[in-house]
């Protein structure tokens, strides 16, 4: 059957989005929207041929009825939704010999009734995924919280019977799936096309989604049937949700649990030893570095360098892995995207007033206070991470301790870091003479400058094409 073609009109774009989103994930159709009564009609005027039109009522240039009067003036028969804040008196306004089928449907308005008004018009049931979720769903839940689960996170996991939610705005969501039927390959692609990046999931439904997940994480099928990259991509999102989660809900049993298995999967990861070089190459291709590819670089960067300083023993690449995945866990999004300007600024002496400024400040000891309580966690990577800001001038916090004062992974840590940050900074255009060049003075102290050598090293092959 062909696709139905249905007009959405509404001054609102909030509420003709949400209206074209119900629709399409709920029938076989496609929706084109105006944003006023006038521009509906020029568009009618040109192309007739609509299955179905949704219309706000009021709207300042050119409203609903106006449409509803041109297709009875035209005699064009396509049957009419309208959207009404108020109360109408159907017959008055729509007096007169009328050609045209006309539905009301009142505002608020919950998907169901915009469902079952088009199962109406279009005589076709909804086939599709978008259930009739119940009223509230559609409208403000201040006290739920919502927690963004990655789709391409989804893509790996394929099934998940938690249910799931799409944003509409900040109070808005839409549930997708009922409790019992599945996430499928179908509807992800779907919102793959939409450039959905996140579905949602109740933070009251989290502990079942975590058991879920951790159930199918833990299966070796994922994990065989991706190779060396998409398996740290896997880590990268996995990572990313870890925060997500323990931000809402703080550590709870099952999570800590979830982390443990995420580090021990990092960790396999790397003890095949990828080449520093092959993994910059694949980490080009990324647009943004956020918290998670900030992180899961620094996984590769940390254990590369260990390697090449020969040091890379089982309980090193541990501590490394470690201290890398979690050392900004107690970020958030915007806290993190600040971080390295509140970091430039405290460098320089001169603070940058932020409001994430306390935060920036106190996430180093918060990440190391929090790794301290974990069993699984080895000794030294509360260490790192609470170190992983200082400088070797001793102008780092949050102790500002010199090199000679630092752990020497720290001071592993601490290059690396610098080093990712060039890289996400030069998006991948690294010029490692220049890099190397750059920082000879700093990282000057015999700790640092075996460190700074080593990562030079590592990349011969690349500063070689480059020149
Ligand atoms: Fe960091
Ligand atoms: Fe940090």
Redesign the pocket.
């Known amino acids: 059957m062909a696709k139905k073609k249905i007009i959405v009109v509404d001054d609102f774009n909030e509420i003709r989005e949400l209206v074209a989103f119900i629709l399409e994930a709920s029938f076989s159709c496609e929706t084109v929207q105006f944003s006023s009564g006038n521009k509906a009609i020029a568009e009618l005027k040109k192309n007739p041929f609509y299955d179905l039109i949704i219309s706000d009522w009021n709207m300042p240039d050119g409203n609903g009825i106006e449409i509803f009067k041109f297709l009875k003036d035209q005699k064009i028969q396509i049957p009419m939704a309208f959207l009404t804040g108020e109360e109408i008196d159907q017959n008055e306004t729509l007096s007169g010999q009328v050609n045209v089928e006309v539905k009301f449907i009142p505002k608020p308005f919950s998907n169901t009734q915009i469902i079952s008004t088009v199962e109406s018009l279009l005589a076709v049931p909804s086939p599709t995924t978008l259930q009739s979720a119940p009223h509230t769903d559609a409208t403000t839940q201040s006290q739920v919280e919502y927690i963004p689960v990655r789709l391409q996170l989804l893509g790996y996991i394929k099934e998940i019977t938690t249910p799931l939610y799409i944003k509409i705005n900040n109070e808005k969501y839409i549930r997708l799936t009922q409790d019992e039927s599945s996430f499928t390959e179908e509807t992800l692609k779907k919102y793959q096309a939409k450039n959905v990046t996140s579905l949602y999931i109740q933070s009251q439904a989290a502990e079942e989604f975590i058991t879920e997940y951790k159930k199918r994480t833990l299966a070796t099928k994922i994990w065989n049937e991706i190779d060396e990259m998409p398996a740290s991509q896997f880590i990268k999102l996995n990572t990313e949700l870890l925060r997500d989660l323990s931000n809402k809900l703080g550590w709870s049993e099952s999570l800590i649990g979830l982390a443990a298995d995420n580090l021990t999967k990092a960790l396999q990861i790397v003890s095949t030893h990828p080449k520093l070089s092959h993994v910059l190459r694949q980490f080009q291709k990324i647009e943004h570095f956020g918290f998670a590819e900030h992180s899961s670089l620094l996984v590769m960067l940390t254990c590369g360098l260990a390697f090449q300083l020969e040091i890379a023993d089982e309980p090193t690449l541990r501590k490394l892995t470690f201290a890398s995945l979690l ?2 866990m107690q970020l958030t999004d915007d806290e993190f995207e600040n ?1 390295n300007k509140i970091v430039k600024s405290i460098h320089s002496g001169n603070y940058f007033e932020s409001r994430d400024l306390k935060s920036v400040l106190a ?2 000891a918060k990440a190391a206070e929090l790794c301290r309580h974990w069993d699984f966690c080895p000794g030294v990577v509360d260490t790192i991470i609470f170190q ?2 200082e400088t070797p001038d001793g102008q780092g916090f949050p102790t500002g301790k010199k090199s000679s004062e630092l752990h020497s992974l720290s001071c592993l840590f601490i290059v690396a870091e610098d080093f990712a940050n060039y890289f996400a900074e030069s998006f991948g255009n690294i010029d490692m003479a220049y890099f190397l060049k750059s920082r000879a003075d700093i990282y000057a102290d015999r700790e640092f400058n075996v460190i700074l050598k080593a990562l030079g090293e590592s990349f011969k092959a690349q500063i070689q094409t480059a020149s």
């Open positions: 050392h900004d971080q996430h180093p992983h800001h």
